[in-house]
């Protein structure tokens, strides 16, 4: 194995994982999909999958992904961070919204009621491998059909699983979180940080 460079390939497109990743001082590059690649297919949920098993699973799947796209571009080896978010209520999992109306149909679901929200996290580096999982609990104050129909209207429930941003509007709603808010957020970053340190990296 050669010698680990001093960044590492982060495999999302998630702006708040990088602020998460410049928080903890490492260095990274993105390493996105390309535009033929099919990444939605990767987060299909399997028949009977419990939430934490179909988080790991996704993760997984997308750190080998990367893993050939970084082959096939013929970049400059180094680590690749991977990492996916799930919303669980039971288990009955809420990954990203696909409409206006399903994000108010999480909501309304959630409201009021703790759910655990699990990060998943998955680091290859030649044919080392190091993850794990956080996982943390939320409970959200009772959301009226005004204050679900205004936040939905922002705009800040797309693209995010459980249709909500703890780090935004959502946290007026947050009553009370147990765990890791930076998993909550995307990237756990205890986790983080003793997965890139098990594989060699300083930080």
């Known amino acids: 194995m050669p010698p680990v460079p001093d960044f590492i390939?982060?495999?999302?497109?998630?702006?708040?994982?990088s602020q998460l990743l410049d928080q903890l001082g490492v260095r990274h590059a993105?390493?996105?999909?390309?535009?033929?690649?099919?990444?939605e297919s990767l987060e299909v949920q399997l028949r009977?999958?419990?939430?934490?098993?179909?988080?790991q699973r996704v993760t997984a799947l997308k750190l080998q992904a990367a893993q050939q796209r970084l082959v096939r571009r013929?970049?400059?080896?180094?680590?690749?961070l991977c990492a996916d978010t799930t919303v669980a209520l039971g288990?009955?999992?809420f990954g990203k919204p696909e409409?206006?109306?399903?994000?108010?149909?999480?909501?309304?679901a959630l409201s009021n009621r703790p759910h655990r929200v699990m990060t998943a996290i998955a680091i290859g580096w030649g044919d080392q491998y190091a993850v794990a999982c956080s996982e943390s609990w939320v409970t959200f104050a009772e959301w009226s059909e005004a204050d679900i129909e205004a936040y939905v209207a922002s705009g800040e429930?797309?693209?995010?699983?459980?249709?909500y941003a703890v780090q935004g509007r959502a946290a007026a709603y947050i009553a009370h979180i147990s765990g890791s808010y930076s998993g909550i957020m995307g990237l756990p970053l205890f986790e983080t940080?003793?997965?890139?340190?098990s594989l060699g990296l300083c930080l």
Do not use: W
Request: proline residues 8%.
């Open 99 to 108: 409409d206006a109306e399903d994000a108010k149909r999480m909501l309304h």
């Open 91 to 93: 288990r009955s999992i």
């Open 193 to 197: 940080a003793q997965a890139l340190r």
């Open 157 to 163: 429930p797309m693209g995010k699983a459980g249709a």
């Open 48 to 55: 009977s999958e419990a939430p934490k098993t179909y988080v």
């Open 9 to 17: 390939y982060l495999a999302s497109q998630s702006p708040r994982r």
């Open 74 to 80: 013929n970049l400059l080896p180094a680590p690749i």
């Open 30 to 39: 993105l390493l996105l999909a390309d535009a033929d690649e099919d990444t």
